[in-house]
């Protein structure tokens, strides 16, 4: 059964510093990989995705994820961050038989003070 | 165009009680999910549409949950004799056929008292 860990519940962060969120799938067939953002009080807006091809996947707001299929993760990064990057991100695997249904991680709350 | 929209957007009831979630998805989508997110976790995917095949309502957590979905448009679910357990943030998503990005309504915040 497919299963997502998020390695961080809470990551602060200084403005400008850059950052990194973990993500970790448990998969036996390929998946597709995504990260998901949450706003406080929105709701999600996908931040990027990888399917197929490059394993740098490069999403909106400057953010990029690798995809690691020896280590099985898939985790989103930004080099610097901006106050508004405050939010809740989801780490989620879809595997293709199983008719596009998402599995979320627990989330990481990123929070960027000034 | 209009995204996909939930109603309402705020519920409480009673325990005991009955309640029906409703979901209108982007026109044209024909795969349509629900997923329920409770206090400081992730989404647990619930029930998802697509087409006329047989829904998947593997992640329903008991009996007491159901959804119907009409044609390719409107979906509602519907809990039955709600617990307190089921406080949580109900989302629905949907999709084209055979593409993997859905997309989320903001959901509805079910609280049972």
């Known amino acids: 059964a497919q299963s997502v860990t998020q390695l961080d519940s809470q990551v602060p962060v200084f403005e400008e510093a850059p950052v990194e969120l973990r993500c970790n799938y448990s998969s036996s067939v390929s998946v597709y990989l995504f990260w998901y953002v949450q706003y406080p009080n929105q709701g999600l807006q996908l931040l990027l995705k990888y399917l197929s091809g490059s394993t740098l996947v490069k999403g909106i707001n400057g953010f990029e994820a690798e995809f690691n299929k020896s280590q099985t993760s898939f985790h989103l990064r930004k080099p610097s961050v901006h106050i508004s990057d405050t939010a809740e991100y989801f780490c989620a695997v879809s595997e293709g038989n199983q008719g596009g249904k998402l599995i979320f991680g627990q989330g990481t709350e990123l929070s960027v003070k000034p | 165009g209009a995204g996909v929209s939930q109603s309402p957007s705020n519920k409480v009831t009673e325990k005991g009680k009955d309640v029906e979630l409703r979901c209108d998805p982007i026109?044209?989508?024909?795969?349509l999910y629900w997923y329920r997110q409770r206090l400081g976790q992730g989404l647990e995917f619930l029930i998802y549409?697509?087409?006329?095949?047989?829904?998947?309502k593997s992640g329903l957590p008991s009996d007491r949950f159901s959804a119907e979905r009409t044609g390719e448009s409107v979906s509602t679910l519907t809990i039955q004799r709600t617990q307190q357990e089921d406080s949580a943030v109900y989302l629905c998503a949907s999709s084209l056929e055979r593409t993997v990005e859905q997309y989320f309504g903001p959901g509805t915040r079910l609280t049972v008292t």
């Open positions: 549409f697509q087409g006329n095949s047989a829904p998947d």
């Open positions: 026109s044209g989508h024909t795969a």
